[in-house]
């Protein structure tokens, strides 16, 4: 059983453009929220990450919007860039992720094009 | 961030032999996760290794197959035991800080069992 759901598995942007990715969790123990960037032949790069005691969390061009009540999530890029493709992870934990593994959705391919 | 290493960063190898992959951490961390990501999958996690103690395992993942070493604050080796083909997948090391709201991933090992 998933329990966090990216239902998109590609997505185009034209460069300068908002991209925007979507995900949507089950778990209501799920208090925080993370997106992360991964290239081929690399890990996954931490992007962003929420607590559920916000609605939003800002960091330069990336910014995540948490919808607690309808258990979804988005990653705002603007404007989008040709090295921001990459596939994206969203992931989800009751603690803190410091101290907890996280749950991954199967992840968001984003193409930027110039 | 932590900057963390693994080795080896890929591998092919014979069915029914074993594959120990070595993390290595910048700085000391209580909590250290060893995660799969098959192909077109998602992130999943195997075990949680906190030093000092046993690892603790994720439902399908049992030591015999993947037993776990955590010799101190800053390392870390996971071991795939009589491989098959089904093993072929990318091990990823994690780690977090403590009471951090983030957690920050290795390069991976690419293995592939033939």
């Known amino acids: 059983d998933q329990q966090v759901k990216q239902n998109s598995p590609s997505l185009s942007v034209q460069e300068g453009r908002i991209s925007i990715l979507n995900c949507d969790y089950t778990?209501?123990?799920?208090?925080?929220f993370l997106w992360y960037k991964k290239y081929p032949a690399e890990g996954p790069t931490f992007l962003i990450s929420i607590s559920s005691i916000k609605d939003k969390n800002e960091d330069g061009r990336f910014t995540v919007f948490l919808n607690k009540s309808a258990k979804h999530l988005s990653l705002h890029i603007v404007p989008s860039q040709p090295g921001d493709s990459a596939v994206y992870f969203c992931?989800?934990?009751?603690?803190?992720?410091?101290?907890?593994?996280?749950?991954f959705g199967k992840g968001t391919r984003l193409s930027v094009i110039a | 961030s932590a900057v963390i290493s693994q080795k080896p960063s890929r591998d092919i190898c014979q069915r029914g032999t074993s594959l120990t992959i070595q993390c290595q951490v910048d700085s000391q961390v209580t909590m250290m996760f060893w995660y799969r990501q098959q192909p077109g999958q998602s992130l999943t996690l195997i075990a949680t290794a906190n030093q000092g103690s046993e690892a603790t395992y994720e439902s399908g993942f049992v030591i015999d197959k993947f037993p776990i070493s955590r010799p101190n604050l800053t390392f870390s080796t996971l071991t795939v035991s009589n491989m098959s083909p089904e093993d072929s997948s990318i091990y990823l090391c994690?780690?977090?800080?403590?009471?951090?709201?983030?957690?920050?991933f290795g390069p991976g090992t690419r293995l592939t069992v033939t």
């Open positions: 994690s780690v977090g800080g403590q009471g951090s709201y983030e957690q920050y």
């Open positions: 778990n209501s123990m799920f208090d925080y």
């Open positions: 992931a989800a934990s009751a603690w803190l992720p410091g101290n907890t593994p996280l749950v």
